[in-house]
Each structure stands twice: as structure tokens, then as C-alpha cells.
């Protein structure tokens, strides 16, 4: 028996709450029949135009915050690409066909992105209930709200100030956390007479940044080690776990016999660090004498090798669990893939190519396509431009280590 065909176009507008759906640019794209009759609009003083010049604040009282709460909601759901629900805000509204005047209204807001594939926000659903009878409560005479009323109402401002007291610390927090991160990761470098673009990209959330490293070393030889690597966490814990991870990778690829034992020694040392279990990471060391690159990945996305005549090859023979994933030691395995000259080798955190409800394959297959098409390009634009076009224009929702070698 087949499913019947739902009109979703007519659930929207039969749907008993108020809703608004906007554009990332706050434009009212649409509006369902309660919100409409709640705020004594037509469709067309709606549709089409933005958000805060049909619902603007009153000019007339200095303490309006609504349209500046309500901006600051819908910037962070288009940074982050997750729901934000706002405290119960005063958004008075301008009477219909009364220019000027207001009337006081009271509304409990929810606003919920729309994403498209790659996970970028299309659509905001801005859904309000109004509670202003609730809050107002006139029993003891004209402009008293009511025990109840003026309660709820102060309890909601406190939530509110609690929660921009969170923000700023957070974003102190973050702050911090991209100062010890600069000091930590290495800046671009020669390595020998080889030139690596790197780039990292902290996430759009101030809670989500700074478990992404990379790294990059000479060898003897006209030899070079490149690993990026992805620790669980985030915030000021990730980040010293981040640091000790990759100077501890460092010194070991220095004395190990390839890039699995260098990871083998990595992984044992990780058991010791609290927090550092299930890193990911990947390394490879590329030998020009021979033009060869020896790899081994702990559970990390493969590295791509973009071949001169345009084809990418997804370094992915050689790929074992996380670091302290196994309750048991096992040696890690190792692959070798040869390379002509000219190509170019691509290693990258998760940030760069995984979208939310997407399959991984997707994200891979845009990264071979980009890599193709710039594959012209220096190390240096190459870099910027898989960047611009792999991120979510929004912002990236997990922080993203990028590191590019001509070979």
C-alpha cells in the first residue's frame, strides 16, 4: 500500500504556532497563516522584505532589545548551523495601519536552520509563541502584569544575562585558545628546498576550536615527514593535548623506521595523556631520491595524491584505529605509493570534507574534484582555494588543519 502524498505547503500554513521561514540574509522568505494573524500583517507587507524592517523595534523606548536579540540568535544559527532558543523577549509590535505606535507583546522564540547537503544553512525557521496575556496578567488594574506575569518575565531576563555572560566567556576562552594554539603549531616553512602551504581554520563556535594540528619535519636525506592529526575534544584541554601530541609524534618520526612505527611509539604515549584517546592522525614521509611517500593513518581521513595528468589517488592502504583505540598493542600497518613530479600530496582534518547527515564518500569525491580543477595552481593558492570552496560559507562547525606539497 503506498503512503499518501503529504502537502506540505498546507501543513505549514494550518500549523497552530506562529512561523517565519528566512533566508540566511533574514529575508522573510515565507509566513504561515497564525503569524500572519497574531501580527495583523497581509502576505504581501511580509514576503520579500527583511525581517527587522517589517518587525523594527520601538524608537520610542531607549531599553528595546528585541531586534538586537533577535539578530544575534539568527547570526549565531547561520554561523554554527544548529537551533539557538532565545529567552522570552519584549518585542513590541507596530499596531496595523498606526504608524508610530506600538503595542507591548511578549514572545517565546526558537529559530532552526535548514541545511542543504554540504551542510550550509538555507532556510531559518523562526517559530514564536506568544505569551504576552501570560506575562501581562492585568488583574489589579491597567499596566500591572500580575504576580505570575512579572515573575516569569524577570526569570527569563536573568536566563538571558546568564547566557551573554556564557558567550563572552566563551569567547575569551576561545581566544586563549587560539593564542596558545598559534604558539604551538608551526608557521609556514621551507622544509629543505620544498616549499608546504599550511592553513588552519578555527571553527565558527567558541567551544569547537583548537583539537586540529599539524606537523612538519626534514629528514636526512631529501626526506620529509608531514602529519596532521584531529583530538577528540575541543577548547583549552584539546589544545595542550594537541601540543603534546604533535611534539611527541615529532620527536619519534625522528627516530623511528617509518610512519607506522613513528605512530606505534605515538600511540603507546597517548595511553598516558588524559584526553588523548581516540586521536586521529596520519602521516606521511615523502622521499625524493626515491619518489616514493610512505604512509600510515590512525583512523584519519586519507590523504589525497593529485597526480599530474589530474587524477587523485586517496592514500587510504594503510589505515588502522584511533590512537588507544585497541585494549591490546598491535604494529600498525604501512603502505608506499610511487609519485611523478609535479604532483601533489594533500593531507587534511575532517573539518575540510565531512557535512553533517552526508556520507564521508561525498565529502572525498568534492575534494578530488576541487584538487583537479586547481590543479595548475602553486601550493599557496591551492591551499586558499580548497579552503573557499570546501568550507561551509556559513563557517566551519569543527576547526580544519590543511597542508599542501608540490612534489
Given at each position: 500500500m503506498s503512503e499518501p502524498a503529504i502537502d506540505y505547503e498546507a501543513v505549514f500554513q494550518a500549523l497552530p504556532g506562529s512561523v517565519l521561514l528566512l533566508t540566511p540574509q533574514f529575508v522573510?522568505?515565507?509566513?504561515?497563516?497564525?503569524?500572519?494573524?497574531?501580527?495583523?500583517?497581509?502576505?504581501?507587507?511580509?514576503?520579500?522584505?527583511?525581517?527587522?524592517?517589517?518587525?523594527?523595534?520601538?524608537?520610542?523606548?531607549?531599553?528595546?532589545?528585541?531586534?538586537?536579540?533577535?539578530r544575534a540568535s539568527l547570526e549565531r544559527v547561520v554561523a554554527t548551523g544548529a537551533r539557538d532558543t532565545m529567552a522570552l523577549q519584549r518585542y513590541d509590535v507596530e499596531m496595523p495601519g498606526r504608524p508610530g505606535e506600538f503595542e507591548e507583546r511578549y514572545w517565546?522564540?526558537?529559530?532552526?536552520?535548514?541545511?542543504?547537503?554540504?551542510?550550509?544553512?538555507?532556510?531559518?525557521?523562526?517559530?514564536?509563541?506568544?505569551?504576552?496575556?501570560?506575562?501581562?496578567?492585568e488583574t489589579e488594574g491597567e499596566g500591572y502584569r500580575g504576580r505570575l506575569g512579572a515573575e516569569l518575565f524577570a526569570r527569563a531576563q536573568e536566563l538571558q544575562e546568564v547566557n551573554e555572560d556564557l558567550r563572552a566567556s566563551h569567547a575569551h576562552e576561545r581566544q586563549v585558545v587560539l593564542t596558545l594554539q598559534e604558539a604551538m603549531l608551526p608557521a609556514p616553512q621551507t622544509v629543505g628546498h620544498h616549499r608546504a602551504a599550511v592553513r588552519y581554520r578555527p571553527a565558527v563556535s567558541a567551544l569547537n576550536v583548537c583539537g586540529d594540528w599539524y606537523d612538519l619535519a626534514e629528514l636526512s636525506g631529501?626526506?620529509?615527514?608531514?602529519?596532521?592529526?584531529?583530538?577528540?575534544g575541543h577548547g583549552l584541554d584539546a589544545a595542550c593535548v594537541m601540543g603534546q601530541l604533535r611534539s611527541a609524534l615529532s620527536a619519534a618520526t625522528r627516530v623511528a623506521a617509518g610512519p607506522a612505527q613513528a605512530l606505534d611509539v605515538l600511540g603507546v604515549y597517548a595511553r598516558s595523556v588524559d584526553g588523548a584517546e581516540s586521536t586521529t592522525?596520519?602521516?606521511?614521509?615523502?622521499?625524493?631520491?626515491?619518489?616514493?611517500?610512505?604512509?600510515?593513518?590512525?583512523?584519519?581521513?586519507?590523504?589525497?595524491?593529485l597526480h599530474p595528468d589530474g587524477a587523485v589517488q586517496l592514500l587510504d592502504q594503510a589505515t588502522d584505529p584511533p590512537l588507544g583505540a585497541r585494549p591490546e598493542h598491535m604494529a600498525r600497518p604501512e603502505a608506499r605509493v610511487a609519485f611523478a613530479e609535479d604532483a601533489v600530496l594533500v593531507l587534511y582534518t575532517d573539518g575540510l570534507i565531512e557535512r553533517r547527515r552526508e556520507d564521508i564518500d561525498v565529502g572525498l569525491g568534492r575534494l578530488a574534484d576541487a584538487l583537479t580543477r586547481h590543479r595548475g595552481a602553486d601550493v599557496e593558492a591551492l591551499a586558499d582555494a580548497l579552503l573557499a570552496e570546501l568550507l561551509p560559507s556559513g563557517g566551519a562547525t569543527d576547526d580544519t588543519a590543511l597542508v599542501v606539497i608540490r612534489l
Open positions: 522573510i522568505a515565507d509566513a504561515n497563516e497564525a503569524l500572519l494573524r497574531r501580527a495583523g500583517r497581509e502576505r504581501r507587507e511580509v514576503i520579500g522584505r527583511l525581517l527587522f524592517d517589517v518587525f523594527p523595534d520601538n524608537p520610542d523606548d531607549p531599553a528595546a532589545t528585541g531586534t538586537r536579540n533577535l517565546s522564540p526558537v529559530n532552526a536552520p535548514v541545511l542543504d547537503a554540504e551542510g550550509r544553512v538555507r532556510l531559518i525557521v523562526h517559530r514564536v509563541e506568544e505569551v504576552t496575556e501570560v506575562v501581562r496578567a631529501d626526506r620529509m615527514a608531514v602529519a596532521v592529526g584531529d583530538v577528540v592522525a596520519v602521516q606521511a614521509i615523502i622521499d625524493w631520491t626515491t619518489r616514493t611517500i610512505a604512509y600510515s593513518s590512525a583512523g584519519h581521513p586519507p590523504p589525497a595524491l
